[in-house]
């Protein structure tokens, strides 16, 4: 595996995804015998993306294992990036056949595959062979994101530690409201409902009328249908596909039947950043209790992609971190969120009660950073580092020239510190990518109200 020339100080083992890609393509190159590989992600909707890699020559046993791990950590990467419930594979039937058996028999792959199949497409996954003049053509679709302002909205965004809510009026923001909670042990799909609708009515009561309604949260969004997320994870199956999935169509009857809007906070997030700096071609990373990422196209669209980069490897050493949820290692919930910050606490020497809670841990690590304890300063230099690289990585998925910096593991001098980290990367590794690619980091205002503004722009009042 690549050694990166910049070592994460809390993290010898890191081995960034994009330098083991570039690795792997210099070795396939070098051979002088590599076999093209086709990908093609295929979604219910009929949309297609369309990816080329290469495999070493076949016969060697070194080859053949490296050329299955490649295939299967860029697999994954794309299953959280894209999605799909169907995957087309122009290869090799050795390698394609060692990929079915992972996501059949391996119990990350199975996460995957249940998590893409069932929950998100409604199709059982499948990955199938075919010859590389089968592969399905690319196609998809983009739609525009939000960017309504006219008349009186609600804004409201669920987080895994909070939620927040804003009364809007053409494009003025004239009440907000955080509100601390924790729904993840909460088992009654009842309590979700009454805790969104008591944050709408507190709005409401701030404006003359309310005209639309939009909304960011932590999951996969479909048509405002819930598919998968960590905010309802106490709820029991049968109770999540009868109550919580049509969580947000049930509130839209409750309110009247008025345009009513809800999207991944990532992508919410991504727009608020493209509306705060007036241009595209953004993406979005929320450091918060989990990774959350969103991204604004160079035409000001969203895709059909999921973004659930949280799930999506990063780091290929085998003995990084494991995400608890999927049981995967390397993931990148595990390097930028609140979860990071617990992971190195112990690294950096700093010590905190077993069973402290992330948020407090990271509010400790704040005040030490505020004191200038070096050992809070390496946790902040460490996650730089990771995000250089990272963003790297997601340069070879994503067209974009602006990246939205965000979150509470942000706040403060640490997030300066993450940022300082992130360009020395980019300045020495990759100094193309260090001229095109811009920061924007929202100041207290943006933060408070640019989501809230965001969510709120989603509906067209027109379109009802």
């Known amino acids: 595996m690549s050694a990166p020339q910049i070592v994460p100080v809390l993290d010898p083992g890191f081995r960034p995804a994009v330098l083991c890609n570039r690795a792997h393509a210099a070795a396939c ?26 495999a070493l020559p076949e016969g060697d046993a070194a080859n053949e294992a490296a050329n299955a791990a490649h295939l299967e950590r860029l697999i994954k990467f794309l299953l959280w990036s894209r999605g799909a419930w169907r995957i087309h594979i122009a290869g090799s039937a050795k390698l394609v056949e060692g990929l079915q058996s992972h996501y059949r028999t391996a119990a990350t792959g199975q996460f995957d595959a249940d998590i893409m199949g069932d929950k998100v497409y409604g199709k059982p996954f499948e990955i199938v062979r075919v010859a590389a003049a089968e592969l399905p053509a690319e196609k998809s679709a983009v739609a525009p994101l939000g960017r309504h302002l006219d008349g009186c909205r609600i804004g409201f965004d669920l987080g895994a530690s909070d939620r927040k809510v804003a009364a809007v009026q053409d494009g003025e923001v004239l009440f907000s409201e955080e509100v601390e909670w924790d729904p993840r042990p909460q088992t009654d799909p009842q309590w979700h409902f009454n805790e969104i609708m008591t944050c709408l009515k507190s709005a409401a009561e701030k404006l003359p009328r309310v ?14 249908q819930i598919r998968i997320a960590s905010l309802f994870r106490g709820v029991p199956e049968d109770l999540f596909k009868t109550r919580v999935r049509n969580i947000f169509p049930e509130l839209r009857e409750a309110w009247d039947g008025i345009p009513f809007d809800v999207a991944n906070d990532g992508e919410v997030t991504a727009l608020a950043g493209s509306m705060a700096i007036n241009d595209n071609g953004v993406l979005g990373i ?44 390397g993931c990148g919930v595990q390097y930028f969120s609140q979860q990071a910050v617990g992971k190195l606490i112990p690294h950096a020497g700093i010590d905190v009660p077993a069973d402290m809670p992330l948020p407090d841990q990271l509010k400790q690590v704040q005040a030490l950073m505020a004191e200038g304890d070096d050992r809070a300063r390496k946790i902040y230099q460490t996650i730089g580092t990771y995000l250089g690289y990272t963003l790297a990585h997601y340069s070879d998925f994503y067209d974009f020239k602006t990246v939205l910096i965000l979150g509470r593991v942000t706040t403060g001098e640490g997030g300066q510190i993450i940022m300082d980290g992130a360009r020395d990367v ?9 001229e095109k690619i811009g920061y924007h980091v929202p100041d207290e205002k943006e933060k408070r109200h640019g989501q809230a503004i965001a969510a709120a722009s989603l509906p067209s009042i027109d379109a009802a």
């Open 286 to 329: 929320a450091m918060g209790s989990s990774e959350a990422v969103g991204y604004v196209t160079p035409e000001g669209a969203i895709t059909t992609w999921l973004n659930e980069l949280a799930f999506a490897p990063v780091d290929h050493n085998t003995g990084a971190a494991i995400d608890e949820w999927s049981g995967d290692f």
């Open 426 to 434: 980019l300045k020495t590794e990759f100094p193309d990518l260090n």
């Open 29 to 54: 190159s070098a051979s002088g015998a590599s076999e093209p590989i086709g990908i093609a992600l295929e979604q219910a909707d009929g949309s297609i993306f369309r990816f080329d890699t290469q």
């Open 211 to 224: 005209d639309a309604i939009g909304g960011s949260s932590a999951g996969v969004i479909v048509n405002n």
